[in-house]
C-alpha cells in the first residue's frame, strides 16, 4: 500500500519520493521481511510491475543498527528540530500486544528491545506501559541480568 500511495504522490507531484523504513539488524533473524534480500526482490517486483516506479525508492538507515541507534538518532533530530522527544516518542507503540486501552506490554520480544534501548539512552520511555514504567524496566532489567549469568 506504502509503495502504491508514494507512487501516486511521484506521479501527482512530479518528483521522487522516498519511503523510509525502521527495520533493524534486531529484526533480521526474527522477521524475513526485514532482510535486505527481500526488500531488494519486492522493490525489483514493484519496479516491474509499475510504470515510473524509479522515482520511488527505499531508504533504510538502520539497517546495520539497533533499536538504540534509532532512539540516538531520534534524540538528535528532536533536538535539531526543535521538537520534545518525549511527545514524539508518546506517540509511537512498538507492542505487539497492547491491551484495548493502547498501553504497551512490556514482555513480548520487540518491547524488551525498546526499553533496553531507553535505558542505554538513559531516558524513560514515554509510552504508558500495562503495569506502569517503572515495573516494566525492572521486568528487562532482570531478563538483562539473567542473560548476562
Known amino acids: ?16 519520493v522516498d519511503i523510509a523504513m525502521g527495520i533493524h539488524a534486531g529484526d533480521h533473524a526474527i522477521y524475513p521481511d526485514c532482510r535486505q534480500e527481500f526488500r531488494d526482490a519486492d522493490y525489483n517486483a514493484f519496479k516491474e510491475g509499475n ?4 522515482k520511488v525508492k527505499y531508504i533504510t538507515p538502520y539497517l546495520y543498527g539497533d533499536k538504540f541507534s534509532i ?6 533530530w ?17 507492542s ?5 486501552e493502547g498501553r504497551s506490554d512490556y514482555k513480548s520480544a520487540s518491547s ?3 526499553i533496553e534501548a531507553f535505558l542505554k539512552l538513559g531516558r524513560r ?18 531478563l538483562l541480568s539473567n542473560h548476562k549469568k
Do not use: M
Open 96 to 100: 505487539y500486544k497492547p491491551d484495548a
Open 71 to 76: 532512539l540516538e538518532d531520534g534524540e538528535f
Open 112 to 114: 524488551v528491545e525498546r
Open 125 to 142: 520511555d514515554p509510552v504508558e506501559y500495562i503495569d506502569g514504567w517503572d515495573i516494566a524496566k525492572q521486568h528487562v532489567k532482570q
Open 51 to 54: 510504470w515510473d516506479a524509479d
Open 1 to 16: 500500500i506504502i509503495q502504491a500511495v508514494a507512487l501516486s504522490i511521484a506521479q501527482v507531484r512530479g518528483c521522487d
Open 78 to 94: 528532536c533536538d535539531k528540530l526543535g521538537l520534545d522527544f518525549d511527545d514524539v516518542y508518546r506517540r509511537t507503540n512498538t
